[in-house]
């Protein structure tokens, strides 16, 4: 079966993901989510985008991410890949493919759909059982949102102001809203989207989405299909 198109249209907001190859651990230490956020870093300057989240994971990463202007998507992740395998060979002395060749970035409509997958990937480490409270998890933008630290790296959304009227009280919902277990529906929305490909919004800005993008929105049955019954 051929691959679905990869979106490629500038202004888009996407929501970026890769594993480790055959899912085996990428990050061990410190050093290595430094690592990788230093190849991030080289990558936004390089390629420019707007970063408004990200959540590293051991064995994969989220990101949440706008290209600028006569940027792409797939040029940002693949330059991303080759920085990041690059510093890691150098640091554990290896060789070989550290991440899966393909990676996951399906288009998500700017408004509180975004909120909701910004959510999803800061909460990883809680769902995970890693934490007991994000704020102990140094890997991922929940520190920026929820507790008004710095990241240079981040750019804020503008749906973020919507929140409350002040950034005290934007950081106070964010805390108590990500420490609110998600619902088995939401987090299967978010899945769902990531592993077909399929934009996550309303339904008629998914239409849109989907047409202008060239995807199909119909779901497919995974496996080879079913043979047809003989007839004598």
């Known amino acids: 079966m ?11 907001l996407y929501h970026a993901l890769n594993r480790g190859n055959n899912r085996e651990a990428v990050f061990f230490q410190a050093e290595d989510y430094l690592a990788f956020l230093k190849a991030l870093g080289q990558t936004q300057h390089r390629y420019p985008f707007r970063l408004f989240g990200y959540c590293l994971m051991t064995n994969h990463f989220h990101l949440l991410l706008s290209p600028e202007p006569g940027q792409s998507i797939s040029r940002i992740l693949q330059s991303l890949s080759v920085a990041h395998t690059w510093h890691y060979h150098r640091a554990q002395g290896t060789v070989g493919h550290i991440w899966q060749g393909r990676f996951k970035s ?19 480490p ?8 994000l704020a102990s998890y140094p890997w991922s933008s929940y520190r920026v949102h929820g507790m008004g630290l710095t990241d ?12 409350a009227k002040d950034d005290a009280r934007r950081q106070a919902y964010w805390r108590q809203w990500l420490h609110t277990p998600v619902t088995e529906a939401e987090v299967a929305a978010v899945r769902r989207s990531v592993v077909s490909g399929r934009p996550f919004g309303s339904a008629p800005w998914t239409d849109l989405m989907a047409g202008m993008l060239g995807l199909r929105l119909d779901e497919r049955k995974r496996g080879r299909p079913k043979k047809a019954a003989k007839t004598n």
């Open 106 to 124: 399906p288009v998500i409509q700017d408004d509180d759909h975004a909120l909701v997958v910004l959510r999803y990937l800061e909460a990883n």
């Open 126 to 133: 809680l769902r995970a059982g890693m934490v007991s409270s």
């Open 152 to 163: 240079p790296l981040l750019t804020r959304m503008p749906v973020w102001e919507t929140l």
């Open 2 to 12: 051929p691959r679905a198109p990869r979106p490629v249209a500038d202004g888009l």
